[in-house]
């Protein structure tokens, strides 16, 4: 299939703005770029998908999200508003996932897809906990994933909040998910599910059990998703329990490294920030569920000068990245009184190549760039620029022109998954109507 008539932006080491621009796609790759008029004399067989004059980029990465969490929109919380992180945590997250069956796993998960195709993000890393429904929930999501043709990696969240029997059944599921998607992968590239292995926070996790999932992790030779000093709360109970910051705890067990995402990191100390560059742990970062939560502002700047690799996720906002671009540039700049901090480029570094750095520990091929030989995950965009549009400006207009709402075709490896806003996989109307009639239950018996 051959894109023609973009603009594209590319990203990647090249990162060029070609005007005027055509895509070959072969199979699930990128196999060519260049000039329409070029690429179209030198294939003038292949099926052409115009593009009309839009932006084309790389499909937008979410680095963390909790597609459980679709259930909380418009949801009533009984009793006292909750006042603080810990209170947000046990009378919101903690009574919503208990509560979550196997059809809520399904059409939570199958909603936030079809939210992330319409916004262009085309890999997501989830992060999942149904205490009530642990074994088996990987794979529900895993089909959901599959059937709407996105990339996502899925982990379950290990915790010992609901007892040694719960946190048995956790860490078993993500060895058993792991095994299996290993064993579907069998080293080919290019799949679109991949599985880490989950844990809550260090705040709901004992020595023991951190000293257990160590060992299963290491023999299945892969790292960890968890929560990492979203709070105060997290700090405090860390030097509760061990007399050491929530950083230096995990790398005394052996939790970071290259294949492990530290999520948040808002309240880590320069102490930490070494550890997390020295074990070259990714960290991500959700600006609007942080300023929602009123945790705190993690320094990113700080995190991005030394040289960890800081990526971009929603924590179980909405799946427009676009959004959480433009929250992240505005935040950091509010937070430090200085509006040199946060420039577009580095949120674009975060979102596509940070990210992109995040997604290679899962898909091998190359995510993030329209470039050869990348996985054809490719957005085309409504966008009139008002102004010149070149490789220095770009990440400027994105921030203050372009929105996911204006997201026209989602490609993911190759296939059109929604044209013209219409989507190709899924069957929009049914699905959320069904997801209205499982949340509307689950409301009840939360
Ligand atoms: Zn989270």
Redesign the pocket.
Known sequence: MLITNSTLITFGKKNQVIHDGAILITGKHIADLGQTAELTAKYPAEEILDAQGKLAMPGLICA?T?FYGAFARGMAIPGEAPQNFPEILEKLWWRLDKALFWQDIRYSALVCLIDAIRHGTTTLVD?HASPTAIEGSLDIIAEAVAEAGVRACLCYEVTDRDGEEKTREGIEENERFIKKMKGELGGTQGNLVGATFGLHASLTLSDETLEKVVGVANELGVGFHI?VAEDMADQRDSLKKSDLRVVERLNRFGVLGPQTIA?HCVHVDAYEMDILRETGTHVVH?PR?NMNNAVGVADVPGMLRRGIDVGLGN??FSNNMFTEMHTAYLLHKLSKSDPRVMGADQVMQMEFQNNAQIASVFFPDPLGQLSVGALADIVLVDYVPTTPLTAGNFPWHIIFGVDGTGVDTTIVGGRVLMRNRELLTLDEEEICAKSREWAGKLWKRV
Do not use: T
Request: aromatic share 0%; hydrophobic share 10%; net charge negative.
């Open positions: 963390h909790h992060h929560h999520v959700n569920s924590d179980g």
